[in-house]
């Protein structure tokens, strides 16, 4: 896990003290290791701080040690006598069973790192070798014996890579921040995106922007090649190398749950390689606690688990989380997020995410990485994408009710809804928590900013996507909408920024693609069996799991006091935020917003306290990283 700069220049030129400052902005994400390859006239290259005359591309890097901790594993790596040169983020967890097939192939190796196989695979299969990697991956590499250029970008997008192109060159990078290295280079909004967050409270949902105007991301599961003697590669002609499909296959619950066992546990077992110590975040639900009770059960690992905990609420998990340590046999570890340390620590929060977000939960998150690494843990599974994988989502328990009934099975909807009712999860028929997926004339007041918006902003308004306006879709469709699109890439980034701002890498079992490709090809019926989300996946799971989270019918999701922390310190910096974001007032009326923060100090109505989480991260994020409108 570690930190991508890349440079492709359009003349020769020795701006080496910029591409270095890229580097010293993501030291966080690599402080195990620094290394920078000059690209000079003809097929040179070289290895160094300093370039030692003009150079017309670079490849840095910083790295976190977890495979072959030895500097055998420094980045950018060289491969074939120089001729290759790589710059890679994550890991490829099967790279083991690649090496030893590459090995019968007659390469050899002088590292135990996956970065080397990557290269070799390359040699042997070129770009058809991503088919082999099972994974979380960003690349780039330079092949000077063929001239070209190929980057690569994991099936779900589990690690970064942008694109920005200036009038010097390319500038590829892991994180936005490392373009205030160029001084040629600002950073502006992306009005349209921007007013998508502010109405419907989506980001990250266009895979190919940014709300930074032309910081263009990799598309998830696709790859770009271009001459090494272009400057300026053609972003749209990125190719995708993998497909999420929906074919559905006729399993019995019996032959399903079989290959949904084995699938994760192989997830799981790939994912404890490692030379460093690995742990696991633990919130006590489902996903988090059978990642735990497999590592623990079925491969002795005696992980310590990292949690956040919210004494004297409701939707304090401490409870489940215990269950799971006494079953299991870990080390529990529990961090306890407030208001005040949030106020204190959102700036840098915001810093490291790069973009905004719209929930002090992220916070939670950013604790617990930050517990691990203090624990010298630098390695966390992480349950991202069980939800979405297994439909595990409130939501989902309607889609499917819809499902039916278009389909006119009515005894079916009701026989489903009965059972739904009185086995399911307890706050199912909770419609004010899905208030963005109501059509508008359903939504509360409380939910809409649209009386605030400026003529601007209006004119940029669009639905995103709303339950109540949609045409006839499958539940598999809104599968792949929530894993492509709509939920997934925001929770993916929160957990990249928050995990590697604190130097922790995460993995995340249930992105395993071929998990997520036997969840697409399960019948519907079989992923609410008795009423319950998730059902099928807890008898697969079986004793690994205590008995009171295979009981437990709530589900909380990843809560924090939200209306409490409003009402005190971090509302105040919120407050003076908003009130002096010039660029927040061209496109909402802040000093409405002013009056929302008191009518909600005062219980009135007004925005509510999601609404106003927002705006205020919106406003902090505006200043922090100086955005022009």
Same mark, same amino acid.
């Given at each position: 896990?570690?930190?991508?700069?890349?440079?492709?220049?359009?003349?020769?030129?020795?701006?080496?003290?910029?591409?270095?400052y890229s580097l010293d902005l993501i030291?966080?994400?690599?402080?195990?290791?620094?290394?920078?390859?000059?690209?000079?006239e003809g097929d040179k290259a070289k290895f160094g701080e300093n370039s030692d005359g003009a150079f017309s591309w670079a490849l840095g890097h910083v790295r976190l040690a977890i495979l072959d901790t030895s500097e055998n594993g420094l980045q950018p790596m060289g491969f074939d006598g120089g001729a290759l040169w790589i710059s #890679?983020?994550?890991?490829?967890?099967?790279?083991?069973?690649?090496?030893?097939?590459?090995?019968q192939a007659g390469y050899c190796f002088r590292t135990g790192t996956d970065t080397e196989v990557i290269l070799a695979a390359y040699v042997e299969w070129g770009t058809k070798c991503l088919d082999r990697f099972v994974g979380m991956f960003a690349f780039v590499l330079v092949d000077l014996a063929k001239r070209r250029v190929f980057c690569a970008r994991d099936r779900f997008g589990v690690k970064p890579l942008y694109f920005f192109q200036s009038a010097s060159g390319t500038h590829i990078f892991s994180e936005h921040k490392q373009l205030k290295a160029y001084p040629e280079c600002s950073f502006q909004?992306?009005?349209?995106?921007?007013?998508?967050?502010?109405?419907?409270?989506?980001?990250?949902?266009?895979?190919?922007?940014?709300?930074?105007?032309?910081?263009?991301?990799?598309?998830?599961?696709?790859?770009?090649?271009?001459?090494?003697?272009?400057?300026?590669?053609?972003?749209? *002609?990125?190719?995708?190398?993998? =497909?999420?499909?929906?074919?559905?296959?006729?399993?019995?619950?019996?032959?399903?749950? =079989?290959?949904v066992e084995a699938a994760f546990v192989d997830a799981v077992r790939i994912r404890l390689r490692s030379d460093v110590p690995v742990g696991s975040c633990l919130s006590g639900g489902i996903d988090s606690s059978s990642i735990v009770?497999?590592?623990?059960?079925?491969?002795?690992?005696?992980?310590?688990?990292?949690?956040?905990?919210?004494? $004297?609420?409701?939707?304090?998990?401490?409870? #489940?989380?215990?269950?799971?340590?006494?079953?299991?046999?870990?080390?529990?570890?529990?961090? %306890?997020?407030?208001?005040?340390?949030?106020? =204190?620590?959102?700036?840098?929060?915001?810093?490291?995410?790069? =973009?905004?977000?719209?929930?002090?939960?992220?916070y939670s998150q950013w604790c617990v990485m930050r517990a691990a690494r203090n624990a010298g843990v630098p390695v966390l599974l992480d349950g991202?994408?069980?939800?979405?994988? !297994?439909?595990?989502?409130?939501? #989902?328990?309607? %889609?499917?009710?819809?499902?039916? !009934?278009?389909? $006119? *099975?009515?005894?079916?909807?009701?026989?489903?809804?009965? !059972?739904?009712?009185?086995?399911?999860?307890?706050?199912?028929?909770? @419609?004010?928590?899905?208030?963005? #997926?109501?059509?508008?004339?359903?939504?509360?007041?409380?939910?809409?900013?649209d009386s605030r918006l400026r003529p601007v902003a209006k004119l940029l308004q669009r639905k995103v996507w709303r339950l109540g306006n949609v045409d006839n879709r499958s539940l598999r469709d809104y599968q792949k909408d929530d894993l492509l699109r709509w939920s997934l890439p925001s929770l993916l980034r929160y957990e990249d920024r928050n995990s590697m701002a604190h130097s922790v890498e995460s993995r995340v079992p249930f992105l395993d693609h071929r998990f997520i490709e036997l969840c697409m090809s399960i019948p519907d019926d079989l992923f609410f069996l008795e009423g319950k989300t998730k059902r099928l996946f807890t008898s697969a799971i079986g004793n690994r799991l205590p008995a009171e989270v295979h009981n437990r019918r709530v589900k909380y999701g990843f809560s924090t006091p939200n209306e409490d922390w409003l009402r005190g310190d971090l509302g105040r910096v919120f407050e003076q935020e908003i009130k002096r974001s010039a660029i927040l007032n061209e496109i909402i009326d802040t000093s409405l917003v002013q009056k929302?923060?008191?009518?909600?100090?005062?219980?009135?109505?007004?925005?509510?306290?999601?609404?106003? @989480?927002?705006?205020?991260?919106?406003?902090?994020?505006?200043?922090?990283?100086?955005?022009e409108w």
């Amino acid at each position: 896990m570690c930190g991508i700069s890349a440079l492709f220049l359009k003349s020769p030129g020795r701006s080496e003290s910029a591409f270095r400052y890229s580097l010293d902005l993501i030291k966080h994400r690599g402080p195990d290791g620094r290394g920078i390859v000059w690209g000079q006239e003809g097929d040179k290259a070289k290895f160094g701080e300093n370039s030692d005359g003009a150079f017309s591309w670079a490849l840095g890097h910083v790295r976190l040690a977890i495979l072959d901790t030895s500097e055998n594993g420094l980045q950018p790596m060289g491969f074939d006598g120089g001729a290759l040169w790589i710059s #890679y983020n994550g890991e490829v967890y099967n790279y083991l069973e690649l090496k030893a097939e590459l090995e019968q192939a007659g390469y050899c190796f002088r590292t135990g790192t996956d970065t080397e196989v990557i290269l070799a695979a390359y040699v042997e299969w070129g770009t058809k070798c991503l088919d082999r990697f099972v994974g979380m991956f960003a690349f780039v590499l330079v092949d000077l014996a063929k001239r070209r250029v190929f980057c690569a970008r994991d099936r779900f997008g589990v690690k970064p890579l942008y694109f920005f192109q200036s009038a010097s060159g390319t500038h590829i990078f892991s994180e936005h921040k490392q373009l205030k290295a160029y001084p040629e280079c600002s950073f502006q909004v992306n009005r349209q995106l921007l007013v998508d967050l502010l109405v419907d409270g989506v980001v990250n949902h266009v895979p190919d922007e940014s709300l930074f105007k032309g910081i263009i991301p990799l598309i998830p599961g696709h790859y770009l090649c271009w001459n090494l003697d272009e400057p300026f590669p053609d972003l749209s *002609k990125a190719e995708p190398y993998w =497909e999420l499909s929906g074919d559905i296959k006729s399993y019995t619950r019996q032959e399903a749950m =079989e290959r949904v066992e084995a699938a994760f546990v192989d997830a799981v077992r790939i994912r404890l390689r490692s030379d460093v110590p690995v742990g696991s975040c633990l919130s006590g639900g489902i996903d988090s606690s059978s990642i735990v009770g497999v590592a623990s059960r079925d491969f002795g690992a005696r992980v310590q688990t990292f949690s956040a905990c919210f004494n $004297g609420y409701s939707f304090d998990e401490q409870y #489940y989380m215990d269950a799971v340590t006494r079953h299991c046999g870990t080390v529990a570890s529990k961090v %306890f997020p407030s208001g005040c340390d949030f106020a =204190e620590d959102v700036e840098n929060v915001v810093y490291h995410q790069d =973009e905004p977000f719209g929930g002090p939960s992220i916070y939670s998150q950013w604790c617990v990485m930050r517990a691990a690494r203090n624990a010298g843990v630098p390695v966390l599974l992480d349950g991202q994408g069980g939800d979405e994988a !297994l439909c595990g989502y409130r939501k #989902y328990s309607f %889609f499917y009710l819809d499902a039916l !009934l278009k389909q $006119g *099975k009515f005894g079916s909807v009701l026989r489903n809804a009965l !059972l739904m009712f009185v086995n399911g999860d307890q706050r199912l028929f909770r @419609f004010s928590e899905g208030q963005r #997926y109501l059509p508008g004339i359903l939504r509360r007041n409380s939910d809409t900013i649209d009386s605030r918006l400026r003529p601007v902003a209006k004119l940029l308004q669009r639905k995103v996507w709303r339950l109540g306006n949609v045409d006839n879709r499958s539940l598999r469709d809104y599968q792949k909408d929530d894993l492509l699109r709509w939920s997934l890439p925001s929770l993916l980034r929160y957990e990249d920024r928050n995990s590697m701002a604190h130097s922790v890498e995460s993995r995340v079992p249930f992105l395993d693609h071929r998990f997520i490709e036997l969840c697409m090809s399960i019948p519907d019926d079989l992923f609410f069996l008795e009423g319950k989300t998730k059902r099928l996946f807890t008898s697969a799971i079986g004793n690994r799991l205590p008995a009171e989270v295979h009981n437990r019918r709530v589900k909380y999701g990843f809560s924090t006091p939200n209306e409490d922390w409003l009402r005190g310190d971090l509302g105040r910096v919120f407050e003076q935020e908003i009130k002096r974001s010039a660029i927040l007032n061209e496109i909402i009326d802040t000093s409405l917003v002013q009056k929302d923060f008191t009518a909600f100090y005062d219980g009135a109505s007004g925005l509510n306290a999601k609404k106003l @989480f927002l705006i205020g991260s919106i406003a902090t994020w505006l200043r922090v990283f100086n955005v022009e409108w």
